[in-house]
């Protein structure tokens, strides 16, 4: 490399973290920027006084041969575990076993211990909202937040956020803003349950995908995750779609119904409900871009949309700009 140049990403998600490890290891200097208090994105673990629950991704399948290599070096350093939950399906039919043979993944003992693990020595300027990326008189980019404040000069900026929020940060390179611009993002629910003694099912996990209800799964059934029987009941896009606007008060009814249905249970009294909305949870179409890029402005931007909305697309998504960067 001829010299280190400096990098700031926005959003530390994962294919924003997975772009910094790379580029960091190559000798950049990176900053990542993240409008949360925390890092993570999509990957979200929710803390409460019943315990951990996962907000956003469950788990996930690796399948790409760099992945699987990424990925031995997490389960050796115990950020990652392999679940084996006994897997359900529910369909016309009703409830049924559906165990497979695909391995499924999770940071250990919570999925932001994974996204944290990997984020150790790296920069980053978290609460910070980036709402312009602006070109100074040299031509180097600087980052404007919503207090008003400047960061940089950067040499390259890169865009790890989902697709419509790249959209107003990518204005500078008009063709990156309008592919994103393309992207359209689905909404979704998710409804964190607990409960004081552990419901009387075989299900540690369920597939629905249909009418209300897309996801089930045992929260507590996972490695690490102690404490009450915790349950993680995800909405399918169309419902959420349905109901965007509705209070938190009557997702948490509906879906709990939906889920006592699908369980075919009479639920004991609920300890703890929390009902979270996703406003971009996964684009709308897989795509092959990899990543997009304009370097001839020192403009990329990355994330899940570039590929299919899965963790490992997050992450190989990431890996591409850093490629793009270092090798050109
Ligand atoms: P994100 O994780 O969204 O990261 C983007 C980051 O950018 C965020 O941290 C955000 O705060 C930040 N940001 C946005 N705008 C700004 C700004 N202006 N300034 C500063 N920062 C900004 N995938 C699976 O493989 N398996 C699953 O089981 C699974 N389940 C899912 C369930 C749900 C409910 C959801 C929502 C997603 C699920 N996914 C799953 C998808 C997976 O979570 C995503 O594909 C992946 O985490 C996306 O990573 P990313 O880095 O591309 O984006
Ligand atoms: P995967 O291989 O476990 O699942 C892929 C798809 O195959 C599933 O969506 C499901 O429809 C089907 N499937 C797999 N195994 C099944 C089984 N045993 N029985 C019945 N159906 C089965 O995981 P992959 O490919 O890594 O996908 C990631 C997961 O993340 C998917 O389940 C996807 O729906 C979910 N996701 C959820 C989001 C949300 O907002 N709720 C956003 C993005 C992804």
New binding site residues.
């Given amino acids: 490399m001829s010299h280190p140049l400096h990098i700031a990403i926005?959003?530390?998600?994962?294919?924003?973290i997975s772009a910094a490890r790379s580029l960091d290891e190559a000798g950049h200097q990176v900053v990542l920027?993240?409008?949360?208090r925390g890092?993570?994105?999509?990957?979200s673990s929710k803390r409460t006084d019943f315990g951990n629950f996962e907000?956003?991704?469950?788990?996930?399948?690796a399948r790409d041969h760099s992945f699987r290599q990424e990925l031995k070096t997490w389960l050796d350093a115990g950020h990652v575990e392999e679940w084996t939950p006994r897997l359900y399906q529910f369909d016309q039919a009703g409830l049924r076993l559906s165990d497979d043979d695909q391995q499924r993944f999770v940071g250990f003992p919570r999925m932001t211990a994974w996204s944290r693990a990997l984020l150790e020595g790296l920069q980053l300027v978290s609460s910070?909202?980036?709402?312009q990326v602006q070109a100074d008189a040299e031509g180097r980019w600087l980052l404007l937040d919503d207090q008003q404040a400047t960061h940089g000069p950067y040499d390259r900026v890169i865009v790890?956020?989902?697709a419509p929020?790249a959209v107003p940060?990518l204005q500078a390179a008009s063709q990156l803003a309008h592919t994103a611009s393309q992207v359209q993002m689905l909404a979704?629910w998710?409804l964190a349950l607990s409960f004081g003694a552990p419901l009387d099912t075989p299900v540690d996990a369920c597939f629905v995908r249909q009418g209300a209800i897309d996801w089930i799964s045992r929260n507590s059934s996972k490695p690490g995750r102690e404490g009450p029987d915790n349950w993680v009941i995800?909405s399918t896009p169309d419902w959420a779609a349905a109901h965007l606007e509705d209070s938190k008060e009557d997702i948490i009814r509906q879906l709990q119904q939906a889920f006592a249905d699908v369980l075919g249970l009479q639920l004991p009294t609920v300890d703890f409900a929390h009902a979270h909305r996703?406003l971009?949870?996964?684009p709308d179409q897989q795509c092959d871009w990899g990543a997009l890029a304009a370097p001839e402005l020192g403009l990329y931007a990355c994330?899940?949309w570039c590929l299919g909305?899965?963790?490992?697309?997050?992450w190989l998504?990431g890996i591409d700009i850093a490629e793009q960067l270092t090798y050109g």
């Avoid at 926005?10 to 924003?16: F, V």
């Avoid at 920027?33 to 949360?36: E, L, Q, R, V, Y």
């Fill in positions: 926005i959003g530390a998600g994962l294919a924003g920027f993240d409008k949360s890092s993570g994105g999509r990957l907000l956003g991704a469950q788990y996930f399948t910070t909202r980036i709402e790890a956020t989902p929020q940060l979704g998710t995800q996703w971009y949870a996964r994330g899940d909305g899965r963790v490992e697309n997050a998504s």
